[in-house]
């Protein structure tokens, strides 16, 4: 019986049946970062009533103001300022009932390792907007390096961050004194150290080393009316803001609106009729709302993308501490020295805007930075 010749196995021979027959590779998952699933959702309803909630909380800023004027002027003489407290609350919890619609932040949830809270969001997202989910796993995107609170320190930002803050500051001082003074000014007529005659005084205290004088002089119609127009005030302005900050630049821009603000400041002190005082006070409102525009633009553009909120927020927590000053200083100061009450809010208007200027960075064009 004849056997079947088989061929020897060679070394080509075995390399010639490796390329015939490849191994498999394993199949690679999808993924997509949170960037990618909003550029996949797009824009829809949800983004509509997100805006919706957020921006009501920027219009109560001045609508807020001028509703709670107007109510004033009406619930005080009649019912009572109590009641005017009871109705003021009104528009702040039904924004804390709308907050509760507004799920948390995507990329929140996912730099803290929540994967699944953040597919979540997203998928919610999608299903308001009527849009579908990219193909994928959900996955962070890497980052080298966050943001420290020494970044700011670093010494590439060190004089552009202590003139922030002094700036910041300095806004927050001004932005409330000019509120609280113009009550002050309207309530206890203190312009050129004059007294209104219908001006009430009241001893407080049971001791006589205890005494002290309460002003208690009721607002008039007029008085209401000077205090809404003075608010309108600080939108009025917003368009030359913004041709300002366009064409003279960041810098330039808010050491003008500043300088301008300190001289405002001093003008109080002249004697005029009501439709001057009621120019000044509209002026400083508007100039005042200018110069936070302009530094929270400035802020948010001059810090690299790992830093910039860092950077607002330790410039938002000076900025409440000018604003725990202001009162000591429109309230208590102004009722023992006008024109040095004045003075003072003019002297830091006046640090504020030399800050300004000589601010190292100039961000007028320039690329947003994302790393340090």
Known sequence: MAT?????????????????TPEPQPKESKTFTVEDAVETIGFGRFHIALFLIMGSTGVFWLAGSLLIIGLASVVIPTIGWRWLIRIASIP?????????????????????????????????????????????????????????FADL?????????????????????AYYGVILASAELLERDLVCGSRSESEVVVTVGDTEGSQSPCHCHMFAPSDYQTMIISTIGEIALNPFNILGINFLGRRLSLSITMGCTALFFLLLNICTSSAGLIGFL????????????????????????????????????????????????????????????LCLFSSVCIVCAISA????????????????
């Open 153 to 173: 320190l670093d010494a590439k930002y060190l004089r552009t961050t202590l003139q922030i803050w002094v700036i910041w500051l300095g806004i927050s001082f």
């Open 92 to 148: 702040g919890i039904i924004l804390i009932l709308a907050f509760k619609f507004i799920p948390e932040s995507a990329r929140f949830n996912v730099s803290t390792g929540n994967t699944q809270a953040a597919l979540a969001t997203l998928e919610h997202i999608a299903k308001m907007n009527r849009s579908v989910m990219p193909e994928g796993r959900l996955v962070e995107p890497i980052l080298e390096k966050r943001g420290r």
């Open 357 to 372: 200027f000589t601010l190292p960075i100039e961000t007028k064009g320039r690329a947003l930075q994302q790393i340090k």
């Open 282 to 341: 509209f002026m400083l409102r508007a100039l005042v709302a200018a110069n936070f525009n302009t530094i929270y633009i400035y802020t948010a553009e001059v810090y690299p993308t790992t830093m910039r909120a860092l950077g607002m927020g330790t410039s938002g927590s000076l900025c409440r501490i000018g604003a725990m000053v202001a009162p000591f200083i429109s309230q208590v100061l102004m009722s023992a020295s006008f024109l040095g009450a």
């Open 4 to 20: 079947k010749q088989t061929e020897p196995v060679t070394i080509i021979s075995l390399q010639k049946l490796s390329l015939e």
